[in-house]
């Protein structure tokens, strides 16, 4: 996702290339470091929010590379965080395939026991 934030933090000289960036983030599951591809799969396909949207790390392609931002990265990361001192009613997660199924049949059986 190319935003004006990200093109005038890149005119600052704040670029950085993805392999770069995953040196900034911290170690994850059993201590390992992020690595290249982790970075370019959450630019491409993102990680799933709080809220059940997809979120995706800004980048922009420069002469063949990928290169973000400790900005966007920071975004990023605050963008996953839920707030927790909102009380406003969030929507549901949504629901699984099996989920819809189960939801779908059990109204199908209560229809038919209803004659309709």
Known sequence: ?????????IEAGQGETL?????RVPRTRQDKPVTLSCLFRWVTIGVVGPEGRRIKLEAARIAGKWVTTPGAIRRFVAAQTPNLTDTT??????RSANQ??????CAA????????
């Open 19 to 23: 392999t770069r960036a995953a040196r």
């Open 89 to 94: 009613p969030s929507a549901p997660p949504p």
């Open 1 to 9: 996702m190319l935003t004006n934030t990200l093109l005038e933090e």
């Open 109 to 116: 059986s209560k229809l038919e026991r209803a004659g309709i």
């Open 100 to 105: 819809r199924r189960r939801a779908s049949e």
